[in-house]
T-cell receptor, first 113, second 111 residues
Framework: SQTIHQWPATLVQPVGSPLSLECTVEGTSNPNLYWYRQAAGRGLQLLFYSVGIGQISSEVPQNLSASRPQDRQFILSSKKLLLSDSGFYLC????????????FGQGTRLTVV | GQQVMQIPQYQHVQEGEDFTTYCNSSTTLSNIQWYKQRPGGHPVFLIQLVKSGEVKKQKRLTFQFGEAKKNSSLHITATQTTDVGTYFCAGRGTNAGKSTFGDGTTLTVKP
């Protein structure tokens, strides 16, 4: 069966520090991968999505970047965090094909102080 | 761009009462998905609707897709405390093809 791993679960980082969140998927090949951010009490904002290795599409201009070095690995990064980067970050995958049902990781709650 | 609105934002019910959340899109959708997120948890896929006028049931949950494929609803009959959480719809546009999430409806159930 397919599983998705996302870590860490919680993270407290000072303003100006770098960020690296990692997500891996097991049990499937060539998945579509997504990074979402969820502000408190709000819906999910799509940040990045990827349909293959090295293929990244950015949805909103921001202080973040994403990379997909391997088929089932998706990384969210920042060189210098801002206070506004705080939130709940969720990685998700779906089967190849456009915008089928998404399976979410456990999420990372990031607080920038 | 495509906008997906959900109402109400919050709903408080007594256990045993019914609950309905509505999802409205500014554009015609190719499909709509519903997710449930428990407090402190991550969204979990519930169902996908594709056809105009489609109705699907999962035990006490009934999902509908409007005839014009621009709106959808989720109805829970006789709520239970296990139904607590935030329910999100995600509508996929016909052109760009990307899914847009609504802001969700948060349901609390008083025992």
């Amino acid at each position: 069966s397919q599983t998705i791993h996302q870590w860490p679960a919680t993270l407290v980082q000072p303003v100006g520090s770098p960020l690296s969140l990692e997500c891996t998927v097991e049990g499937t090949s060539n998945p579509n991968l997504y990074w979402y951010r969820q502000a408190a009490g709000r819906g999910l904002q799509l940040l990045f999505y990827s349909v293959g290795i090295g293929q990244i599409s950015s949805e909103v201009p921001q202080n973040l970047s994403a990379s997909r070095p391997q088929d089932r690995q998706f990384i969210l990064s920042s060189k210098k965090l801002l206070l506004s980067d705080s939130g709940f970050y969720l990685c998700a995958w779906s089967v190849t094909g456009w915008w089928t049902e998404a399976f979410f990781g456990q999420g990372t709650r990031l607080t920038v102080v | 761009g495509q906008q997906v609105m959900q109402i109400p934002q919050y709903q408080h019910v007594q256990e045993g009462e019914d609950f309905t959340t509505y999802c409205n899109s500014s554009t015609t959708l190719s499909n709509i998905q519903w997710y449930k997120q428990r407090p402190g948890g991550h969204p979990v896929f519930l169902i996908q609707l594709v056809k105009s006028g489609e109705v699907k049931k999962q035990k006490r949950l009934t999902f509908q897709f409007g005839e014009a494929k621009k709106n959808s609803s989720l109805h829970i009959t006789a709520t239970q405390t296990t139904d607590v959480g935030t329910y999100f719809c995600a509508g996929r546009g016909t052109n760009a093809g990307k899914s847009t999430f609504g802001d969700g409806t948060t349901l609390t159930v008083k025992p």
